[in-house]
């Protein structure tokens, strides 16, 4: 039985992407996304220190929680058959429980999750709004006995100890750390890490003002801000613009985005670049958090829309 997550790199690299002649600005990425092939970016470091505490506490079942395109479900299902641990999904809609077959034939992140052993329990959307009651916890330990929590999205204080790694050894580099932002865990452990005079810059992928209180949870610095403006809608909402630059983006720099967090963020950036907010000779960082296997999925949902499809040699 493996103990650790295996790596299969030591640490992730940092690639240039460009430099602006018109003011030097450069654009590296840090390839978080090429950690791991199934537990990778910033799920691999949210996961990295729980799962350590769910073996040493002698748990054998991790649950948690996510939607039905979720990366978190995906990485805690394959985590948990390399672990030999056992993993329960909770999933928001009920509805997707009631013909299971023809939900794992149109969900790739659901079969895939499944295919690493995980079960589910479908819940209604009213019932998912419980999840961090102490009734719900107590239905479901009913239900399935003891178990370690992973809370949804990943985040809590073991998370983001994790996310504090991805800066380990990048020291004073850049100027600007930019990073997309979900429940708020890496981008508070990129806080923590970055240097004082280093500005952390994160743009959420979904419309809401709670993001600010969810991160002050975890950090006290004051050095970064939220950018709100390129969220394109809200959770998972995307546009042609957004798929044209994502491949683009792939046919230039042979990178693959994904069209929920980091193609939002590095079309955010391009943007900012292009319109001179960086200041002359600024050097930006914008870490990669992986997010690749729900592409399979989205493209599903884009040729239902008629609107193109990211453009693919083998969707992962």
Same mark, same amino acid.
């Given at each position: 039985?493996?103990?650790?997550?295996?790596?299969?790199?030591?640490?992730?690299?940092?690639?240039?992407?460009?430099?602006?002649?018109?003011?030097?600005?450069?654009?590296?990425?840090?390839?978080?996304?090429?950690?791991?092939?199934?537990?990778?970016?910033?799920?691999?470091?949210?996961?990295?220190?729980?799962?350590?505490?769910?073996?040493?506490?002698?748990?054998?079942?991790?649950?948690?929680?996510?939607?039905?395109?979720?990366?978190?479900?995906?990485?805690?299902?394959?985590?948990?058959?390399?672990?030999?641990?056992?993993?329960?999904?909770?999933?928001?809609?009920?509805?997707?429980?009631?013909?299971?077959?023809?939900?794992?034939?149109?969900?790739?992140?659901?079969?895939?999750?499944?295919?690493?052993?995980?079960?589910?329990?479908?819940?209604?959307?009213? +019932?998912?709004?419980?999840?961090?009651?102490?009734?719900?916890?107590?239905?479901?330990?009913?239900?399935?006995?003891?178990?370690?929590?992973?809370?949804?999205?990943?985040?809590?204080?073991?998370?983001?100890?994790?996310?504090?790694?991805?800066?380990?050894?990048?020291?004073? +580099?850049?100027?600007?750390?930019?990073?997309?932002?979900?429940?708020?865990?890496?981008?508070?452990?990129?806080?923590?890490?970055?240097?004082? +005079?280093?500005?952390?810059?994160?743009?959420?992928?979904?419309?809401?003002?709670?993001?600010?209180?969810?991160?002050?949870?975890?950090?006290?610095?004051?050095?970064?801000?939220?950018?709100?403006?390129?969220?394109?809608?809200?959770?998972?909402?995307?546009?042609?613009?957004?798929?044209?630059?994502?491949?683009?983006?792939?046919?230039?720099? +042979?990178?693959?985005?994904?069209?929920?967090?980091?193609?939002?963020?590095?079309?955010?950036?391009?943007?900012?670049?292009?319109?001179?907010?960086?200041?002359?000779?600024?050097?930006?960082?914008?870490?990669?958090?992986?997010?690749?296997?729900?592409?399979?999925?989205?493209?599903?949902?884009?040729?239902?829309?008629?609107?193109?499809?990211?453009?693919?040699?083998?969707?992962?």
């Amino acid at each position: 039985m493996a103990t650790t997550l295996d790596l299969m790199l030591k640490d992730s690299p940092i690639v240039h992407v460009l430099t602006r002649r018109e003011d030097g600005v450069s654009l590296y990425i840090k390839r978080e996304d090429l950690l791991h092939p199934q537990v990778s970016g910033n799920k691999f470091r949210k996961l990295k220190y729980n799962l350590a505490e769910a073996q040493k506490q002698g748990h054998t079942r991790l649950l948690t929680f996510g939607g039905a395109f979720s990366n978190h479900i995906a990485a805690v299902a394959a985590a948990g058959k390399i672990l030999d641990l056992q993993t329960i999904g909770v999933i928001r809609g009920d509805e997707l429980g009631r013909d299971m077959e023809s939900t794992l034939k149109k969900n790739p992140t659901l079969d895939f999750a499944a295919s690493q052993g995980m079960k589910f329990l479908f819940v209604s959307r009213s +019932d998912y709004r419980e999840k961090e009651t102490t009734a719900f916890r107590q239905d479901l330990e009913k239900e399935f006995g003891s178990f370690y929590l992973i809370p949804e999205g990943g985040t809590n204080t073991l998370a983001v100890k994790g996310c504090e790694e991805i800066l380990t050894g990048v020291g004073k +580099d850049f100027d600007f750390i930019c990073c997309a932002v979900g429940t708020g865990g890496t981008i508070a452990g990129l806080i923590n890490a970055a240097a004082k +005079d280093q500005k952390v810059l994160g743009f959420p992928a979904l419309k809401g003002d709670f993001l600010e209180g969810e991160i002050s949870k975890y950090t006290s610095a004051t050095n970064w801000e939220l950018v709100n403006k390129y969220h394109f809608g809200g959770y998972a909402k995307v546009s042609p613009e957004l798929i044209d630059f994502i491949n683009d983006f792939r046919k230039t720099y +042979d990178i693959l985005l994904d069209p929920v967090y980091t193609g939002k963020m590095l079309f955010g950036i391009f943007d900012m670049m292009e319109n001179a907010v960086f200041p002359q000779n600024s050097r930006i960082l914008a870490i990669h958090t992986g997010g690749l296997q729900g592409i399979t999925g989205m493209n599903k949902l884009l040729k239902n829309k008629n609107f193109p499809l990211i453009d693919v040699e083998n969707e992962i």
